[in-house]
Structure formats: structure tokens, C-alpha cells
């Protein structure tokens, strides 16, 4: 979790205002600082609703979240971006804009493994995602129990 607010401020690295086109290496790397976010906000989502996400053996079979040689479900920090999505769609975590930019994302920073050529999109694109990454960051934020202090 230390992590994710250093990442948070890398951001800063491939947004401009105006919008600059990035090289296609700055590209690829901020989707993949980008993916590594939401990736982040969704495992600790799923870890802070841990003991009901661990017993959700249909749903975790579904998503590729289960380790089928052990018959034990993965830890959300085990999880891939792809696992994490599909989890999220089988239990409606995310809604469709939501979903959207997951997938978006995931397909985009992959292209950092790829020898192929793959599409990366372009800055504005980013820029968009980086937008509706805030947006689902809120509405993960307002699903988490905070302690009441009074």
C-alpha cells in the first residue's frame, strides 16, 4: 500500500495541461503506472472485505482467483489485474464505466510484455482513463468502512 501514493504521484509524469503527446515509451509506461493503480485500489478493496470475498468459492473458481492444485482460493495480493476484473464483474463491484476502464487499462499497460505490436492509444485517451480512474477510486473509497472516532 506504501506504494500506491508514490504512484499516485508518478501520475504526474505523464499528465500535461495542456495534453502533450508522449512518446510511445512514456505511454506504455503510464498505463502501466496506471494499471498498477487500480489494480492496487481493487485488491485492497477485496482485502478489506476479505472474510466474505475468501468463502466465495463459486465466484473465485469463476475468475481464475482459485488455486486449483492446493483446492484454496488466491489472496487479492495474488491477483492479477485480469482475475481481479473478472472477479469484480461475477460479484458487480464495478459498474460498466467502471469495467470499462479495467479492461481498457489491462489491455493497454500489457502492452509492455508484448512483441507484437498492440495498440497503446494515445495521451488524450490516458488522459480520459487517468480521469475515470478517479472516479472509480471515489466510488471504492465510499464502499470502505471508516471507524467512527466520536
Known amino acids: 500500500l506504501d506504494w500506491q501514493v508514490s504512484l499516485s504521484g508518478s501520475l ?12 510511445p515509451g512514456d505511454l506504455i509506461l503510464a498505463w502501466a503506472n496506471l494499471g498498477s493503480l487500480i489494480e492496487g485500489s481493487l485488491k485492497t478493496l477485496l482485502s478489506v472485505y476479505y472474510e466474505d470475498y475468501i468463502v ?4 473465485l473458481k469463476k475468475s481464475g482467483a482459485y488455486h486449483n492444485k492446493k483446492d484454496v482460493p488466491l489472496d487479492p495480493d495474488g ?10 464483474q461475477s460479484r458487480k463491484l464495478l459498474d460498466d464505466e467502471g469495467d470499462a476502464l479495467v479492461e481498457l487499462v489491462h489491455q493497454r499497460r500489457n502492452a509492455i510484455h508484448a512483441f507484437e505490436d498492440t495498440s497503446i492509444g494515445n495521451s488524450q485517451e490516458f488522459e480520459i482513463a487517468v480521469r475515470r480512474y478517479f472516479s472509480l477510486l471515489m466510488k471504492i473509497d465510499s464502499s470502505l468502512p471508516y471507524p467512527n472516532f466520536r
Open 12 to 23: 504526474r509524469h505523464w499528465t500535461n495541461d495542456p495534453i502533450i503527446a508522449l512518446t
Open 56 to 59: 466465495d468459492t463459486v465466484n
Open 79 to 88: 491477483l492479477t489485474l485480469g482475475p481481479l476484473r473478472k472477479y469484480c
